[in-house]
């Protein structure tokens, strides 16, 4: 008997805004592949609490186990059952691998600097958002964190040896980007997912990837204007949103009332603690165990639903 399937699985993230679960593209992949499969979790949003600081999110924890990383996270969840890719074909598993590592090596980079770097957008999205979620003082320390951490990941990824400055790898990278969901549109064409009548884990990763582009108020991005022109995508995170994530969800835990002589003195011993730590993403999926998962029927489209509707 698996133990595991009684212990109840808690998955602390980011919270959500903009229409969206979860702001953050991992956090997001995680919360989709658990209403595809049908898994059970408790969200935890870290807003306004000291894991802002502490935490990787996303983050699962169920019982003794602590998962971290989406394809970590993503593979623990097979191995509880809980597999949105079981009916896929080994090509169609072949293919989904494929497209996973394209968003990461294209897409990645683009959304990074989009959110991260591109000043317009930093200073009046992302910044301020990610410090209105994180308890002083650390609403000084996250943001920017984050964003030299998304800086440095597109430069080791993008840069080549020797690394370039930002501004000599931005054209390639939106270049790449915009490659990237030219044929994440062409595959996926006039379908509801990528494979077949139900989501997988690739529908997983490109709405993780595509939902806070498409849904952010963003004063300046090139990229959100060219996904905009390929309706197909952005009608798939529509329609994911409307069919998986439609009920209202529970607002973020009130902040957390703490000494602020205490929070100064822990966060200047985090920081030093942390200050030379590199954050790393393997998001490589591993084989998944072949037992028949546990997931919910598959649930109609908003396309479908439309076209069963009699006159």
């Known amino acids: 008997m698996n133990q ?7 998955l602390r993230c ?36 000291w894991k802002t600081l502490t935490a990787t ?29 079981y009916e896929l074909t080994a090509r169609q598993g072949a293919d989904t691998m494929a497209y996973i590592a394209l968003l990461e090596e ?28 994180s ?20 430069l080791l990824t993008k840069g080549e040896s020797p690394l370039h400055r930002i501004n000599e790898v931005e054209g390639k990278i939106y270049s790449d980007a915009k490659e990237c969901l030219n044929l994440l549109s062409y595959r996926l064409g006039k379908a509801n997912y990528f494979f077949g009548s139900s989501p997988a884990s690739l529908d997983a990763f490109v709405f993780g990837f595509l939902a806070p582009l498409h849904k952010a108020s963003l004063p300046s991005s090139p990229l959100q204007n060219h996904l ?6 952005t009608c798939f995170c529509d329609n994911i949103l409307a069919v998986y994530f439609s009920s209202s969800h ?3 835990p009130p902040p957390i009332q703490e000494t602020v002589d205490a929070n100064l003195q822990i966060l200047a011993q985090l920081v030093n603690k942390e200050s030379n730590l590199i954050e790393k993403m393997d998001d490589n999926l591993r084989s998944s165990p072949q037992h028949k998962p546990h997931r919910p029927d598959p649930k109609p489209s908003l396309a479908n639903e439309r076209s069963s509707t009699p006159a």
């Open 106 to 133: 294209k897409l990645h980079p683009a959304l990074l600097h989009t959110f991260w770097v591109d000043a317009e957008n930093y200073v009046n999205v992302t910044r301020p958002w990610f410090a209105s979620r």
């Open 250 to 252: 529970p607002g973020p």
């Open 228 to 233: 905009r022109q390929l309706e197909n995508l």
């Open 14 to 49: 980011w919270g959500g805004d903009w229409g969206l679960p979860s702001v953050h593209t991992e956090c997001l992949i995680v919360l989709a592949y658990a209403k595809f499969s049908g898994a059970k979790v408790t969200v935890s949003p870290i807003d306004w609490t």
């Open 135 to 154: 308890p002083f003082p650390l609403n000084f320390l996250i943001p920017c964190r984050q964003a030299s951490s998304a800086l440095s990941r597109i």
């Open 57 to 85: 999110v996303p983050e699962l924890v169920c019982g003794d186990s602590v998962v971290k990383e989406p394809a970590q996270i993503l593979n623990f969840l097979r191995k509880q059952r809980f597999n949105a890719d």
């Open 4 to 10: 595991n399937m009684a212990t109840t699985m808690e």
